[in-house]
């Protein structure tokens, strides 16, 4: 990288320093020890730590830990897929995006969580984190990234780095990781567009790096799915040895943080339906064996023990498999097993030492959530008819246990069946409740709502930036709903084969219930991305609130085609022919009127005779569902349905409804 960029970024990082004053430059670790940054406070307990640190650290030559990050859809699972392949550590592919092992994660064609894998060359070994792209996903990214030396940032050469790609990248830098670059698909795109990418990546680099170093990095150019990489922009084929080169020659292979002690971090954990957890950990100092007792703690703790176990079993990640193993040295991640372990209070973060050497790994603290929905059992008049587990107990255990391996995700206990749980958005907090819905739970679950925080006194609340791209013909009506939800513009581009992209900023709680209609008048091909921007003084001017009312059932039964027609007259149906229906069941939406209705959708058909017509039809998902309903409504999931519903009316007030 050119001089002239280094002095630019050194002289931004000055002016920065100045800007927070002596006390918010940022503290790095001593040298030799971990990588994450440590906060004021973590300094205070490290004495012991910054003593042991000045001993000259072993390194682990024939190591590399490496994590693949990039904005949704750039192609992290396909390269790290073509890896695997090449390395012949997989001997047979059974299809694509093999890394992607969790069922929802096939169905939607994305990555929800972390996942480690290993390459296994002749002299060398490469552990990978394959982490989520999505924005509600990016706890998962955050926790993936404490367990690596260096990170392969990737990049959509036609698209550019886009704003999941700002994200990884600024926190891979905070971090004070090693990257590398790599342009994919360039067989998707010209010359030109792929140097332009490159100037991006460049300024967002010069924007973000936090020292000088950060801006010498290798970039290469290829196709994970066509497999190959090349330093040359102009090559089309090939293999991806360029980049297991890269790999080898750039990111530093892992150094022993405090020599003579024993130190592990967990840096992810499952626990199954029996409770026996899967542990897994990075290895920063010393050697874990089997049969070895480790005591855990944590920064905050400092020297002081929470509690020991014996390891039981180890387990080292192989291609798409885990390896019996006998010990562990530092720079390993593995997977250990205890069941002693499995009824402690062990959490992501804590560190594993040997006894008298309590020697805890500063971990840096996730982003906290921004998203919440409130659960309580199934209380409609159908509940307990479908699913197997519908009690407030069984809901609070699988809650416990989530929070348990989701490290964005925390819960709140508000009584014994009422249960907070808040997280990155909605998609996130979605997969949650779509794996319990096929678990065989009966919930209901209230309108999604922001968290607000108070700074110096005032109530603050999450700004969202959101990109969209849709059709040139349809981005007028885009924009036009966009202002009209309190967004303020901040660029607009158009895109080759009649494509506009416009970037948006807006408070986070007018984007709920917003992506439907984004779509709706987008197009079903517009693409959104969202992320949390940063906090902002509260505006109550800023009302949000459905325009059309929902459409409501009178009795209950099964929805006839007589019924349909009625909903056909006021507007749009979530139900279909022989739909089962309970009083208050949200059936439709009114077209364009405000206010609820009742409807008679369950008496005797007589034909789609004159004056009939079909409905349009809207069969909601989980996540369109939560997106619809108002403080006054709940969405019901079962294994089989998912319903929405009026919240309970007394009778006077249904008397007042109107009736159609």
Sequence with gaps: MRRAVQGACRLRGVARQQERGISGIRRRAPVGCLNASVSEKSVSHSFTQKR???????????????????HVDHGKTTLVDALLNQSGQV???????VMDSNTIEQERGITILAKNTCIQLPDNTINIVDTPGHADFSGEVERALQMVEGFILLVDGAEGPKPGTRYVLQKSLELNLKPIVVINKVDRTDVSKIESTKDKIESLFLELAINDDQ???PVLYGSGKAGFMSTEMDIR?????????AILETIPPPKEATPEKLQVMVTSMEVDSKGKKDITVRVFSGKLGVKDEVFWTDYIQGEKSLGSFKVQSISKFAGLDKIPATSLEFGDIAVIRSDAADKMDIKIGHSLCAKNLLAPLPYKPLDPPTFMVTLHPNRSPVAGQDGKLFGGPDIRDRLQ????????MDLEIKGPDEFQVTGRGLLHLGVLFEEMRRQGFEMELSKPTVLFKTVDGVKHEPWDIVTIRCESDNSDEVSGLMFNNHAEQRAAAELDDGW???EWVLPGRCMIGLAGQIKSVGGATAEIMQETLDYRPFDSSFTIRREQGSL?????GEVSSDGLNTIAKHGVSFVTDKTKTYVDMIVGRRESAVGDMIVNVTKPSSGWGSGGRTPGYQIHTLETALEYIQDDEFVEITPSTIRMRKRPKSDKDRKNSKKG
């Design 52 to 70: 042991a640190c000045t001993a000259a650290p072993r390194v682990n030559q024939n190591l590399r830990n490496v994590s693949v990050i990039a």
């Design 500 to 502: 506009s992209e416009t």
């Design 91 to 97: 001997k047979k592919m059974t299809g694509t995006r």
């Design 552 to 556: 409501l059932s009178s009795g209950e």
């Design 401 to 408: 246990k989530e929070v348990v391996r989701n490290l964005a």
């Design 237 to 245: 084929e090939g293999t991806l040895q360029p980049l297991f080169d």
């Design 215 to 217: 801006l010498d990095y």
